[in-house]
């Protein structure tokens, strides 16, 4: 079990950037890590991963391919999400997961996550 806390979100304008970070208490090794968003109203979705089972293979919901991208820091035993080109209807809490199931394959799903961060809000004014 980890413990996880992100960080970095605000309020930017469309178009804009921001980097989110997930910092893991305990290690990040064995563990599928995603990213997920929940807007008012919405269901929890997707957004990316990155799985130690597969060598670090990182992977995209459709909606974020070439504006976001995941990336992962062992030393500092944090991922990051970079959000580029930020629309209104990114607005959302943005939220980390890890998974312990030892698999390389894609995990998109939240029931397949165990440890959960407590998220970050991210408002995109138009």
């Known amino acids: 079990q980890v413990q996880l806390v992100e960080s970095g979100g605000g309020l930017v304008q469309a178009g804009g950037s921001l980097r989110l970070s997930c910092a893991a208490s305990?290690?990040?090794?064995?563990?599928?890590v995603g990213w997920f968003r929940q807007a008012p109203g919405k269901e929890r979705e997707f957004i990316a991963g990155?799985?130690?089972?597969?060598?670090?293979?990182?992977y995209y919901a459709d909606y974020v391919k070439g504006r976001f991208t995941i990336s992962k820091d062992n030393a500092k035993n944090t991922v990051y999400l970079q959000m580029n080109s930020l629309k209104f209807e990114d607005t959302a809490i943005y939220s980390c997961?890890?998974?312990?199931?030892?698999?390389?394959?894609?995990?998109?799903?939240?029931?397949?996550?165990?440890?959960w961060g407590q998220g970050t809000q991210v408002t995109v004014s138009s």
């Open positions: 997961a890890a998974s312990s199931i030892p698999s390389n394959r894609v995990l998109t799903t939240p029931e397949e996550y165990d440890d």
């Open positions: 305990g290690r990040f090794s064995k563990y599928t």
């Open positions: 990155i799985n130690w089972w597969s060598s670090y293979r990182t």
